[in-house]
């Protein structure tokens, strides 16, 4: 299933529901490795640009981080968002892995440290779309 840039355009996402269907319109089950960012307006509607960032590290470092962060800065301003979704495109099933959590942890924090707003994250697995709760990254993962 797809959606026509003028009808994501048209229909504010307002709920994380209404996200993770957009998410799954648009990106859907995982077919490689990649990076996404989509960017909402003021009024959460969704821009026509959707930015596919390919073969992203599979543990976050410095050099990326900073990198991917300056990106999402630099398209916001140039667009005019106020709002970004990332979604990590990966091969695996949609069990949040140490490297998820890693890459969503340092996104969010360096955002957060240049007053980007993140509205949300996503997996992109195999079989489908998952939401990636704060509670997913926000604290250490226990090894059991």
Same mark, same amino acid.
């Given at each position: 299933?797809?959606?026509? &840039?003028?009808?994501? *355009?048209? $229909?504010?996402?307002?709920?994380?529901?209404?996200?993770?269907?957009? @998410?799954? *319109?648009? %990106?859907?089950? $995982?077919?490689?490795?990649?990076?996404?960012? =989509?960017? =909402?307006?003021?009024?959460?509607?969704?821009?026509?640009?959707? +930015?596919?960032?390919?073969?992203?590290?599979?543990?976050?470092?410095? $050099?990326?981080?900073?990198?991917?962060?300056?990106? $999402?800065?630099?398209?916001?301003?140039?667009?005019? #968002?106020?709002? @970004?979704?990332? %979604?990590?495109? /990966?091969? *695996?099933?949609?069990? @949040?892995?140490?490297?998820?959590?890693?890459? &969503?942890? #340092?996104?969010?924090? *360096?955002?957060?440290?240049?007053?980007?707003?993140? /509205?949300?994250?996503?997996?992109?697995?195999?079989?489908? +779309?998952?939401?990636?709760?704060?509670?997913?990254?926000?604290?250490?993962?226990? %090894?059991?």
């Amino acid at each position: 299933m797809s959606i026509h &840039a003028d009808d994501a *355009a048209a $229909a504010p996402l307002r709920s994380d529901q209404q996200i993770e269907d957009r @998410v799954r *319109a648009l %990106v859907g089950r $995982a077919i490689k490795r990649q990076w996404w960012m =989509l960017f =909402l307006d003021g009024e959460d509607r969704q821009l026509d640009t959707l +930015v596919p960032i390919e073969g992203y590290p599979l543990e976050p470092d410095e $050099a990326a981080v900073a990198s991917f962060t300056a990106l $999402a800065s630099m398209l916001m301003e140039e667009y005019d #968002a106020k709002q @970004v979704i990332f %979604v990590w495109e /990966r091969r *695996a099933d949609e069990i @949040v892995s140490p490297c998820d959590a890693a890459w &969503a942890r #340092a996104m969010a924090d *360096a955002c957060r440290d240049r007053r980007i707003f993140v /509205r949300a994250q996503l997996i992109s697995h195999r079989n489908g +779309v998952r939401w990636l709760a704060v509670d997913d990254y926000a604290k250490e993962l226990l %090894v059991t």
